[in-house]
């Protein structure tokens, strides 16, 4: 009976998780007050002031947290792509085999299209799609949306339907949640130096503080233990495709670029404070949990640290190849297709995107007291402006250059070619890109730094840690998030466009080689070979010109041999690796 009344008033299975588990959680971690504030007007939940008293436990739970929210936001992304494209065309995009277990996968009958297998949770209901049809909205007209998508057995109904690529992500990270959420329970209770839970005039309460104290800061290092098992183990098909995937960006450029590993890779550069996080959690167990066992009756941040903070490893090694690694994937990424394609431009021009990210990064990392200098914040503002003008003509080709009368010869509009039908979802995303473009710099600079005479200083105000950094590391991934719409989206129109052409010819007994929109290597700009210009209302779009325009400055590499494109591309490479060595050293720390 009682199942029957839960499933009554929470018919879908991810919201009874939610509503059964983690808001009863949530209820308790609200209700622990500290005893200092019944004297006050103010409501202080003991759980802040548990992980003010010890930061390592906070770095745990803030950096899995942000894993969550990315979670979340995947399964949003995934969602809406579900609806917009259909599971035929994401599993193409991001599902497929890997090509290098294409071969193990041959005997596999429980595999989806090309042998990714999902993960399919069953349910007892199954969610009910919604049947009302989506609102076309007043802000865009038939005449300039052109829809390139088909609806048909493939597309899905509007919810997370059961056993779909976005339910099994949202599920998986719910129970992720749901493992923080009782470890940070604990956490707080345990902490009696934070919260002050207990009487300690009596010996008994004395010694329950005393044990209190020493099991608070297991709870993190457990959770983080089970979680990084928990990723691994048990080992099965589905996660062997998955970390040979990610495999396919950690070691670039020994493989082939494909869309989804240059999207991987973009990812890991909106991850790189959970990375910092992370990292120093596994640097805070191999240094022997030094800074809670020896100095756990201090308040101070820098007397709990100090073994960990001050090390010389951490700053100069650990800290920087978290903030560097994902560029240096990307940077490598482009390279590759470079080599693949024989062709400088686009590959070359998005490489320096993220070689001028970096070293705006590096300079930053080993040397944050330069950073409000105006070379820095000039170089801080070009690479950020080029960031963004990649992505509004080159990642998306948002804008079209229409010729017409004018002072101008033309205008920019909006591309007809879309998926999603209001043109506002595009101007949003556009504002929020823009704007969030311009946090990225306080996310990879340290929030404290050893100098060179060994003393630990503060980056910025005391609060950035806890509170700015958080927010600006979630508004992050969000911003990715949103990116990663646009993002697809063009890929999906390139595919289309090009299996339409493909067709088209092969209908009419075309025998000539058709130029297409699409590399096979993925993540390239549409290459239409056609002069900046034409007819009045010809349709041009930005990213086309510029690679026309580009030509002339850069040559295709067609003509020369792999060992010259080598030797060139190892300049590149070398360069960016000597530009952090001299980062370093202006420091003094090598």
């Known amino acids: 009976m009682a199942n029957f009344v839960v499933k009554r008033f929470f018919p879908n299975p991810l919201i009874r998780k939610a509503a059964l588990l983690h808001l009863p959680l949530l209820f308790c971690l609200y209700i622990l007050t500290d005893n200092d504030s019944q004297q006050s007007s103010t409501r202080h939940l003991a759980v802040f002031t548990a992980l003010s008293r010890h930061p390592p436990s906070m770095r745990v739970f803030r950096g899995l947290l942000s894993i969550s929210l990315l979670g979340f936001c995947s399964s949003a992304v995934l969602n809406v792509l579900e609806r917009s494209i259909g599971r035929d065309m994401l599993e193409r995009l991001f599902f497929s085999t890997p090509y290098t277990l294409r071969v193990l996968d041959q005997d596999q009958s429980d595999s989806g299209p090309d042998g990714y297998e999902l993960t399919r949770i069953e349910e007892d209901n199954e969610c009910d799609a919604e049947s009302d049809d989506d609102k076309d909205g007043d802000d865009h007209s038939d005449e300039e949306y052109t829809d390139i998508h088909q609806s048909g057995n493939n597309a899905f109904p509007r919810g997370v339907a059961s056993g779909s690529p976005a339910y099994t992500v949202c599920n998986m990270t719910l129970d992720l949640v749901l493992f923080i959420l009782l470890a940070l329970f604990l956490f707080t209770i345990s902490s009696s130096a934070g919260g002050k839970y207990t009487d300690q005039k009596t010996d008994s309460n004395r010694i329950f503080a005393k044990l209190g104290e020493i099991a608070a800061p297991a709870f993190p290092l457990i959770l983080f233990f089970i979680c990084a098992a928990k990723a691994i183990f048990p080992w099965n098909q589905r996660k062997l495709y998955f970390w040979t995937v990610v495999s396919y960006t950690l070691s670039a450029p020994m493989y082939d670029v494909q869309f989804r590993d240059g999207f991987i890779g973009d990812i890991f550069t909106s991850m790189v404070r959970p990375m910092q996080d992370l990292a120093f959690t596994s640097f805070y167990l191999l240094s022997g949990l030094q800074g809670w066992w020896i100095y756990h009756e201090q308040t101070s941040e820098e007397n709990i640290n100090g073994p960990v903070e001050k090390s010389w490893l951490l700053h100069t090694v650990v800290l920087p190849a978290c903030t560097v690694s994902p560029l240096w994937w990307r940077f490598c990424q482009c390279l590759r297709q470079c080599y693949d394609t024989k062709k400088r431009w686009p590959y070359l021009g998005?490489?320096?995107?993220?070689?001028?990210?970096?070293?705006?990064?590096?300079?930053?990392?080993?040397?944050?007291?330069?950073?409000?200098?105006?070379?820095?914040?000039?170089?801080?503002?070009?690479?950020?402006?080029?960031?963004?003008?990649?992505?509004?003509?080159?990642?998306?080709?948002?804008?079209?250059?229409?010729?017409?009368?004018?002072?101008?010869?033309?205008?920019?509009?909006?591309?007809?070619?879309?998926?999603?039908?209001?043109?506002?979802?595009?101007?949003?995303?556009?504002?929020?890109?823009?704007?969030?473009?311009?946090g990225w710099a306080m996310l990879v600079m340290p929030t404290r730094y050893l100098s060179s005479s060994g003393a630990l200083l503060n980056t910025f105000s005391a609060d950035f840690p806890t509170l700015i950094a958080p927010i600006l590391a979630c508004a992050e991934i969000i911003r990715r998030s949103l990116w990663g719409l646009i993002r697809v989206e063009l890929e999906v129109i390139k595919i289309k466009n090009k299996e339409s052409a493909v067709s088209y010819n092969r209908d009419n007994g075309d025998d000539i080689p058709l130029r297409t929109h699409i590399s096979d290597s993925g993540l390239a700009p549409m290459n239409v070979e056609s002069a900046w210009g034409g007819t009045f209302g010809e349709v041009i779009p930005t990213g086309s010109n510029l690679s026309v325009e580009s030509n002339v400055l850069f040559k295709d590499l067609s003509a020369a041999n792999d060992v010259h494109v080598l030797w060139e591309l190892s300049i590149y490479a070398t360069i960016f690796t000597s530009m952090g060595i001299i980062a370093a050293i202006h420091r003094q720390v090598l």
């Open 350 to 438: 998005n490489a320096a995107k993220y070689f001028f990210a970096a070293q705006v990064a590096m300079f930053g990392v080993f040397d944050p007291e330069k950073t409000g200098s105006a070379i820095w914040i000039i170089a801080f503002v070009c690479a950020t402006m080029y960031q963004l003008w990649w992505d509004v003509f080159l990642d998306w080709e948002l804008l079209e250059w229409i010729p017409g009368s004018g002072t101008l010869g033309g205008s920019f509009h909006l591309r007809k070619q879309r998926l999603y039908k209001r043109k506002s979802l595009y101007y949003f995303i556009f504002i929020v890109n823009t704007i969030l473009r311009f």
